[in-house]
T-cell receptor
Framework: DVKVTQSSRYLVKRTGEKVFLECVQD?????MFWYRQDPGLGLRLIYF???????EKGDIPEGYSVSREKKERFSLILESASTNQTSMYLC?????????????FGEGSRLTVL | GQSLEQPSEVTAVEGAIVQINCTYQ??????LSWYQQHDGGAPTFLSY????GLEETGRFSSFLSRSDSYGYLLLQELQMKDSASYFC???????????????FGTGTRLLVSP
C-alpha cells in the first residue's frame, strides 16, 4: 500500500516557537505538497516541491518555509508560530506513475498555537 | 488567480442519487479531480477528468465540460457511508507537464439520512 506518513497527529505550540512538520512518503514520488485545511476554506496550498531541493510557493506561503533534502521527505517549517496558523496540515505526494489528478494524502497534523 | 465554487452542503436519503456541481476559473487548466474526506480522515481520490465527458467508477461518476468550466460528481444508490465532504480540485500544470499542482474547492458536505 502507498503510504504518506506525517510525524505528528497533534501538536500544541506557543506563539513564537519554531515548528517542524515532517512528512515521509514511501512511493518514490517526485512531487510533494503541503496544504492547510480550515473549515469553510477547503484545502489551500502552502508549498510544493517537484524535485529534491526544489520548492515552489503555493497560494499561501507567508509565514512558512519548506525543506526537501531527500526525495522521500518534505518538511514544513513555521519559523515563528502564530495563533492564525492553528490549523490542520496535510501532506500529499504524487509521481509520474500515478494518475494525473491523484494525490496521496497523509493523515494530517493538527496544530494548535496558543 | 483561480477560484472553484461548489455548494457547501447537500442532503439526500439512502438509495437516492445526488449531484455535486463544481465551477471553476483558472489558468493553465489540465483537468478536474474529485476527492472524498470523512470526518477525521485524509482526503482520498475518487476520479479525474482530463477530457470532456463522463467517467464512471462504480456508483460514482464524474463529468467535465471544459467549454463551460464546469464539472460534477454524481453519486448513485447512496449509502450512509457516503456521508462525507467532497472536494473538486483543478489540476494546474507548469511548463513541464510532469509537474502539477492541485487547487481545491472549499468542499461540499454530503449528509445521507436513512
Amino acid at each position: 500500500d502507498v503510504k504518506v506518513t506525517q510525524s505528528s497527529r497533534y501538536l500544541v505550540k506557543r506563539t513564537g516557537e519554531k515548528v517542524f512538520l515532517e512528512c515521509v512518503q514511501d512511493m518514490d514520488h517526485e512531487n510533494m505538497f503541503w496544504y492547510r485545511q480550515d473549515p469553510g476554506l477547503g484545502l489551500r496550498l502552502i508549498y510544493f516541491s517537484y524535485d529534491v531541493k526544489m520548492k515552489e510557493k503555493g497560494d499561501i506561503p507567508e509565514g512558512y518555509s519548506v525543506s526537501r533534502e531527500k526525495k522521500e521527505r518534505f518538511s514544513l517549517i513555521l519559523e515563528s508560530a502564530s495563533t492564525n496558523q492553528t490549523s490542520m496540515y496535510l501532506c500529499a505526494s504524487n509521481g509520474g506513475g500515478e494518475g494525473p489528478g491523484e494525490l496521496f494524502f497523509g493523515e494530517g497534523s493538527r496544530l494548535t498555537v496558543l | 488567480g483561480q477560484s472553484l465554487e461548489q455548494p457547501s452542503e447537500v442532503t439526500a436519503v439512502e438509495g437516492a442519487i445526488v449531484q455535486i456541481n463544481c465551477t471553476y476559473q483558472t489558468s493553465g487548466f489540465y483537468g478536474l479531480s474529485w476527492y472524498q474526506q470523512h470526518d477525521g480522515g485524509a482526503p482520498t481520490f475518487l476520479s479525474y477528468n482530463g477530457l470532456d465527458g463522463l467517467e464512471e467508477t462504480g456508483r460514482f461518476s464524474s463529468f467535465l465540460s471544459r467549454s463551460d468550466s464546469y464539472g460534477y460528481l454524481l453519486l448513485q444508490e447512496l449509502q450512509m457511508k457516503d456521508s462525507a465532504s467532497y472536494f473538486c480540485a483543478v489540476r494546474e500544470g507548469g511548463v513541464n507537464t510532469g509537474f502539477q499542482k492541485l487547487v481545491f474547492g472549499t468542499g461540499t458536505r454530503l449528509l445521507v439520512s436513512p
